[in-house]
């Protein structure tokens, strides 16, 4: 009996043996793996370093508002002339003497300072003059700073009057009758600026260039629109005064 038990266990253990041989277990499917696009990290780029403009700078402080004019190194004449006046303290409290809306506003007459009211002005100057600086690309565009003179033969510059360029926007006509009247050729760029931003054109190589408003121009406005005592001597009802001094 005994026997019997054991033999029927031992096949009750074969056939459990067996089935568990036969069944097999099911693959596991592995979830496919998403590959993330790898971002490159973002590297800083430095921004570009501004390269000042070589020049030096006079800040003209007016009535009317303030201007920073540059001055050409490329008029080294004017410009060393200009910076000694300065440095000298001769502009303060001298007048824009002379006026002329669309054209442009004079001023450096020493006899401007303290002036009496109605007083005709524009004969002052310093003794000497200044030998004409001429070049083609410095011209009389909008802001721009010139030397004014007489009509001597030579085209020298007064020592100390200047003025600032006002002016008009020009069409191309108006550029092509300068043209052929004076003799000089403008280029595209040129012909661009006049006829956008305006200018006097047929000042050019006539009167030296020597500088020109970075900031301010809405001034030079001011000042043209202002009313005046009439031709010939254009002097404004109301003073305007001027002061310079060098930016550091």
């Known amino acids: 009996m005994n026997k019997i038990k054991l033999t029927l266990v031992l096949l009750l253990s074969l056939s459990i043996a067996t089935i568990n041989a036969q069944v097999k277990k ?16 973002v590297t800083a780029t430095k921004p570009k370093a501004v390269i000042p ?13 303030v201007m920073i004019v540059r001055l050409y190194d490329k008029t080294p004449l004017h410009r060393d002339n200009f910076i000694k006046l300065v440095n000298d303290h ?8 002379r006026v002329i809306n669309q054209f442009m506003i004079q ?16 004969n002052g100057d310093v003794g000497y003059t200044i030998p004409a600086e001429f070049d083609t690309t ?14 001597n033969p030579a085209k020298a510059s007064s020592g100390c009057q200047f003025y600032l360029v006002q002016g008009r926007k020009m069409t ?8 052929m009247g004076s003799g000089i050729k403008f280029s595209p760029a040129k012909r661009k600026i006049y006829k956008t931003i305006g200018g006097t054109p047929f000042l050019d190589m006539n009167y030296t260039v020597f500088g020109e ?9 001011k000042i043209a ?12 009802v109301n003073d305007v005064h001027m002061k310079m001094e060098i930016v550091k």
């Open 26 to 41: 099911a693959p596991v499917k592995k979830a496919p793996v998403k590959h993330l696009p790898v971002k490159k990290p």
């Open 53 to 65: 403009i070589p020049g030096t700078r006079i800040k003209i402080t007016t009535d009317s508002g």
């Open 90 to 97: 001769f502009y303060d409290s001298l007048l824009f003497h």
């Open 107 to 122: 001023g450096g007459d020493p006899k401007s300072k303290n002036a009496e009211a109605g007083i005709p002005l524009g």
């Open 138 to 151: 410095l011209f009389h565009k909008k802001g721009a700073l010139a030397a004014a003179r007489d009509n």
């Open 172 to 179: 191309d006509a108006e550029l092509n009758n300068i043209e």
């Open 213 to 221: 408003v970075e900031s301010g121009l809405e001034v030079i406005d």
């Open 225 to 236: 629109s202002m009313q005046t005592n009439g031709s010939p001597y254009d002097r404004p």
